[in-house]
């Protein structure tokens, strides 16, 4: 009987130890989950930048080199120009040209035309670039055939540029040119369903110098992007027009445009849009100034709002102060950050100037004397009193009422459990499963 009894308890136990291994196993992969829910910090928002302007045009092509085979080019421009600005165009062939018969290798001529309709009036602009060309075989293609760039100039009045295919009735509008008898000769081919394609770039007005925007190009990316994007963003900042040395000035700035997006994701808790400037003359201490404010559109895809910023400046001696527009971020810190736009040095940013006075020499008045008070002295007299705070809520002992500054501490326990908890009951059952371990090895050396 009392070995039975013996044999039942050991099987028990046996049954326990089990169990807590097999919770073991289960509270491993809770500390695992937990490590990753606990360290894990959010994933770096993908650089978004609305993409430039662009068309997509396909070419009948005939005679010469590259007759008798289609090719199609994505044409692309700038989100914007400033008026009087130069416009560059890319054509990047995305069907590409391939030999009507065999090639050899020598240098080739691409040349592209658009339909330019200004303010003014439509234009045509050619793009022309000379390219090496090898040696092809019949029906090979031209496979690292290189970008085609052309620039014109923009009208000198603010508006919009629409760039649209060359009409087929005015003939070619794509030739690629071995030598002067040696051309192919490629006319637009215009879709059988759909819109024509056509690209619209806008046209702002600049400024620089005094109140006027600056239309700053930039490259923005991710902190750790490979891809930059182009944006441009007009600058605009309000000069102060009474400055005076060693008294600090404050320079309100606007940025717009740019057509920039919230990453996937949203912006951190707490990000900022951190602007910053270079500044120099009338004895400005440094070379740069910051200025920041919270960001207000925290949607992922939706538009983001440039909030205004102020710079803070302070001349120390008579003369100018110049500020130019410089990179931005949109982040905690110029250093944590998960967007960011890098100025380009072509084209040079405006100056923004404003004069500085010398500072006044008239004398400061000299300080009136106190008045004396000599008043009697009574004694204190000193009251102890104790006060119990009783907790606000329905008289159960449980408060109701959340204590003020809640908001600073984050959700806590209204956003349900962290990766801590996690952690702290993954510890626990492992190490539950550790003494399970250990009584069945204790069992074994037993039975042993």
Known sequence: MERRETVQKSKARRRLALKTSALGLAGTLALFVGSIVGLASPAEAAAEVAAAPSMTVTFNCVDGPFGGNPVTATISGPESVAPGGSVELKWAFTVKPKAGRTVTAGTMTIEGDVNVATIASPTV?????????????????????????????????????????????????????????????????????????????????????????????????????????????????????????????????????????????????????????????????????????????????????????????????????????????????TSVYQYKCTVQASPVPKSHTFTVTAASTSPSPSPSPSASTSASVKPTRTVTATVTQTPVGGGNGKVTKTPKGAAETGGGGDMGPDGRMFVLTGSLVVLAAAAGGLVLRRRSVSRG
Request: charged share 10%; aromatic share 6%.
């Open 125 to 333: 602009t050619a793009q022309k670039t000379a390219v090496p060309v090898p040696a092809l075989n019949k029906d090979q293609e031209f496979s690292t055939v290189p970008e085609l760039l052309g620039t014109f100039t923009a009208p000198t009045t603010a508006g919009q540029l629409t760039v649209t295919p060359v009409p087929v009735a005015t003939g070619g509008s794509l030739f690629f040119t071995l030598s002067t008898s040696d051309e192919t000769e490629c006319t637009y081919v215009p879709p059988t369903t759909g819109t024509a394609p056509s690209m619209v770039i806008p046209v702002n007005t600049g400024g620089g110098g005094g109140t006027g925007g600056d239309t700053v190009s930039y490259k923005c990316a991710t902190q750790s992007s490979g891809d930059p994007k182009d944006a441009t963003i007009t600058v605009a900042m309000t000069l102060p027009t009474a400055a005076k040395a060693n008294e600090e000035q404050t320079v309100p700035a606007t940025y717009t445009g740019g057509q920039l997006t919230v990453p996937t994701g949203g912006f951190t808790t707490g990000a900022k849009f951190i602007a910053t400037a270079s500044v120099s003359g009338a004895g400005v201490s440094g070379t740069s100034v910051t200025a920041e404010a919270a960001l207000t559109t925290l949607t992922a895809g939706s538009p983001i709002t440039f909030p205004s910023v102020s710079f803070k400046v302070k001349p120390t001696t008579a003369g100018t102060v110049t500020l130019k527009a410089s990179d931005i971020y949109f982040g905690t810190s």
